[in-house]
């Protein structure tokens, strides 16, 4: 069974950039079975997917953040990232990786993280 | 903002059956099948219903799912007190992007 877990800075300041990373256990990163993706809740709202990518790098992202997002993926350590350029305080959220079976379904989580931009 | 469209709010005794709906379009729920996420309080959300209709291993049969066109539902019978929690539709677009629904508010009363 998969596992997921978040790691990076829980305080970002205004206009930096918010870098994650997520790490995979129990399965390859590599499996062509799974895409990996980035999901984030701000405090007392709904879901937004940020972007997803497939080992070969292929990525997908949503429309409204895509000139601000970058997701890498780095199969020697299992691990993929988000990099979200330009916060302000609406990119406060918990942030989630998920693994997305057969860019279907996101059917792993991570236990998500907090990220709050302030100065 | 989404544009898979849910209730904000729906609520139920215990053992009635509750129903919560998903409204999109033709180019995502239309021409896509439609997942079903259930978030309990402070945790992070768990794949409820894959593939319009289809329930992973451990999710118990009270929780069901449909989709007609443009419209996707997801119905709880018997409902429990554990299944207080929001509940999100999602599914692709034909951009390969993918949509969250606004989110239910389950309470049992």
């Known amino acids: 069974q998969l596992q997921l877990q978040e790691s990076g800075p829980g305080l970002v300041k205004p206009s930096e950039t918010l870098s994650l990373t997520c790490t995979v256990s129990?399965?390859?990163?590599?499996?062509?079975?799974?895409?990996w993706g980035w999901i984030r809740q701000p405090p007392g709202k709904g879901l937004e997917w940020i972007g997803s990518?497939?080992?070969?790098?292929?990525?997908y992202y949503n429309p409204s953040l895509k000139s601000r997002v970058t997701i890498s993926v780095d199969t020697s350590k299992n691990q993929f990232s988000l990099k979200l350029s330009s916060v302000t305080a609406a990119d406060t959220a918990v942030y989630y990786c998920?693994?997305?079976?057969?860019?279907?379904?996101?059917?792993?989580w991570g236990q998500g993280t907090l990220v709050t931009v302030s100065s | 903002q989404s544009v898979l469209t849910q209730p904000p709010s729906a609520s139920g005794t215990p053992g009635q059956r509750v129903t919560i709906s998903c409204s999109g379009s033709?180019?995502?729920?239309?021409?896509?099948?439609v997942n079903w996420y259930q978030q309990l309080p402070g945790t992070a959300p768990k794949l409820l219903i894959y593939?319009?209709?289809q329930r992973p291993s451990g999710v118990p049969d009270r929780f069901s799912g449909s989709k007609s066109g443009t419209s996707a539902s997801l119905a709880i019978s018997g409902l429990q007190s554990e299944d207080e929690a929001d509940y999100y539709c999602?599914?692709?677009?034909?951009?390969?992007?993918?949509?969250f629904g606004t989110g239910t508010k389950v309470t049992v009363l």
């Open positions: 998920a693994s997305q079976a057969a860019a279907g379904p996101f059917d792993y």
């Open positions: 129990g399965g390859s990163i590599s499996s062509s079975s799974y895409y």
């Open positions: 990518i497939y080992y070969s790098g292929s990525t």
């Open positions: 033709s180019s995502n729920i239309g021409s896509n099948t």
């Open positions: 593939s319009n209709n």
């Open positions: 999602a599914a692709w677009d034909d951009s390969l992007n993918v949509f």
